[in-house]
């Protein structure tokens, strides 16, 4: 059995850039860890030296868009895909956030959706759950 996720990626006005399907292993211990393991190792700049490194450095929120579908994706075929803003109904068990907070902020959260149940803002709000945010720089999962 696959265990699939949706990764949203929302701008500061709530926007959702790009979503991204993950089929297998998509529980918080599983690509939630993966996430917050690439991303909390990151910060978000505007401009960038020449001694930059891939997943150190985000030149702005849509950058670290880019980077985090890069590093998902590695070198596999299948397994994650790119889907149209706000999709859903997927079959997805685990449906992710991540969201630009600010200039240079952001967390990475998730909600487990009642099965075939769309994930609105107002489910969203009461039972999301935070696993790292650049404002408390604190990670949840382990």
Do not use: C
């Amino acid at each position: 059995m696959s265990t699939r996720g949706l990764i949203h990626f929302k701008n500061m006005d709530n926007q959702t850039m790009l979503t991204l399907y993950n089929h297998h292993d998509s529980y918080p211990e599983g690509l939630g860890r993966n996430l917050v393991e690439f991303l909390s190792k990151g910060r978000i700049g505007n401009g960038m030296g020449l001694d930059v490194q891939f997943g150190e450095f985000f030149n702005g929120f849509d950058d670290l868009v880019a980077q985090t579908v890069v590093f998902l994706k590695g070198n596999t075929v299948g397994e994650v895909y790119v889907e149209l803003p706000d999709s859903w109904d997927m079959g997805e068990e685990y449906v992710y956030y991540i969201q630009e907070l600010g200039e240079r902020d952001f967390q990475v959260s998730y909600v487990e959706p009642e099965f075939g149940k769309h994930v609105g803002d107002s489910y969203r709000k009461q039972h999301e759950v935070v696993l790292f945010s650049t404002l408390t720089n604190k990670e949840v999962v382990k």
